[in-house]
């Protein structure tokens, strides 16, 4: 090579380190409020079921506040380069998603979407050859969500809250089934989604406590939380 040919990989060289850098330090801000949210969410497990509202209401404002770290990494990810540089933010985006996640049961009840997710995150389908959610990153974030339902059903039940595990079981059984019917050929989300049936089984025996010793009425047509 010559001198001409050296300076100029060099000076591609340096671009990268630089964007690298840029990017780095939008995830370290996403890292940080996933963070925040995810100490604050621990939080409902000493929670009484009437006081999870107001839980959740500060840990939205930080969701909110994810819209400005996904635009800024949308804008400096080149076009077309999203799987070269999205190793930088799996994890992130993945609690990030986790984070949605329990928020949208804990007040509905229900089963968060991928574009739902993606909406509540600030992911534009504008910048999805730069930036946005994957379906491994969404999945891994679900069976976070379904870890920490398995805890919750426990410590409900020590809360006084026997109605809980019930919502719960039907909520993880559906989910459940639902992977089931998934073509998981990813190594590491196929382990994962293996140990969930270690989770339902907890909840079951939680469930089948509760109601062996009746302190729960049958369930309802309704899963919301109810605080």
């Known amino acids: 090579m010559d001198t001409q040919d050296v300076n100029y990989l060099n000076e591609l060289l340096e671009q990268d380190i630089a964007l690298r850098e840029k990017i780095k330090d939008q995830v370290t801000d996403l890292d940080k409020k996933t963070r925040i949210m995810v100490g604050i969410l621990n939080k409902i497990h000493s929670t009484p079921s009437d006081a999870i509202p107001p839980l959740l209401d500060s840990v939205r404002p ?3 506040s994810c819209h400005d770290t996904s635009a800024a990494i ?4 080149p076009p077309h ?3 070269r540089w999205k190793d930088m933010w799996s994890n992130s985006l993945r609690t990030a998603v986790y984070c949605a996640a329990l928020v949208e049961y804990l007040n509905s009840g229900s089963l968060i979407t991928l574009s739902q997710v993606s909406e509540v995150l600030g992911i534009n ?3 999805a050859d730069r930036y946005s959610i994957v379906v491994e990153d969404y999945l891994h974030g679900l069976i976070s969500l379904v870890n920490e ?3 919750l059903a ?3 039940v020590t809360l006084g809250d ?4 019930i919502r719960i079981s039907v909520f993880v059984k559906n989910l459940f089934a639902g992977f089931s019917m998934l073509n998981l050929k990813n190594d590491t989300l196929r382990r994962r989604f293996d140990s969930l049936k270690y989770d339902l089984k907890k909840i079951e025996e939680v469930v089948y406590d509760v109601s062996l010793r009746k302190l729960a009425e049958p369930l309802n047509k309704s899963t919301t939380w109810r605080g």
């Open 149 to 151: 339902l398995s805890r």
């Open 74 to 77: 949308a804008a400096l990810v």
């Open 125 to 127: 389908e504008e910048s």
């Open 62 to 64: 930080i969701l909110r």
């Open 81 to 83: 380069q999203f799987w």
């Open 154 to 156: 426990v410590n409900a």
């Open 162 to 165: 026997y109605e809980a595990p």
